[in-house]
C-alpha cells in the first residue's frame, strides 16, 4: 500500500516514531565511537556520533526528515502500528539510520567548521 503525503509527514510528529529514530541514533552512535579509527570519514563519523550522545533531541529533530528519503519508510508510512509501536519496523529505520549516516556527519563537519549553526526547526 502507497502511504499518501499526509501519512508520511504524520510519521514527522509521532512521537513514538521519533523516540524510535531517536534510539536507533543513539545505538549507531555508540557503535561508532567504538568503531576503528581506520575507518572512512571516520573524524565526521565521530563528530556526529559525539553531537547524537551529547544532544539526542536536537540531531533527532535534524535527521529526521531525512527518513522520508527511503522508499520503504515511505512506503509503511500508511500501515498500522506493529510490534515497534509505529509503522516502520525497528530494522528498517536502522537501515536507514546506516545509510544515511555520512551524508548527515558530513553535513554536520561542514557546517561546523563553517561556523553555521545547525538548523534542528523550530
Do not use: K
Amino acid at each position: 500500500m502507497s502511504a499518501t503525503l499526509a501519512q508520511q509527514a504524520q510519521l514527522l510528529t509521532n512521537p513514538t516514531f521519533i523516540q524510535q529514530v531517536m534510539g536507533a541514533l543513539i545505538a549507531a552512535a555508540a557503535a561508532i565511537i567504538q568503531e576503528a579509527t581506520t575507518t572512512a570519514d571516520h573524524a565526521n563519523r565521530i563528530a556526529w556520533a559525539n553531537a547524537v550522545i551529547g544532544n539526542p533531541n536536537g540531531q533527532t529533530a535534524y535527521f529526521l526528515p531525512g527518513m522520508l528519503t527511503n522508499a520503504t519508510i515511505v512506503g509503511e508510512a500508511g500501515n498500522a502500528a506493529g510490534a515497534s509501536g509505529t509503522p516502520c519496523p525497528d530494522s528498517d529505520v536502522e537501515y536507514v539510520v546506516a545509510s544515511l549516516w555520512n551524508i548527515y556527519a558530513d553535513n554536520f563537519a561542514a557546517q561546523q567548521n563553517s561556523g553555521t549553526m545547525l538548523n534542528f526547526g523550530a
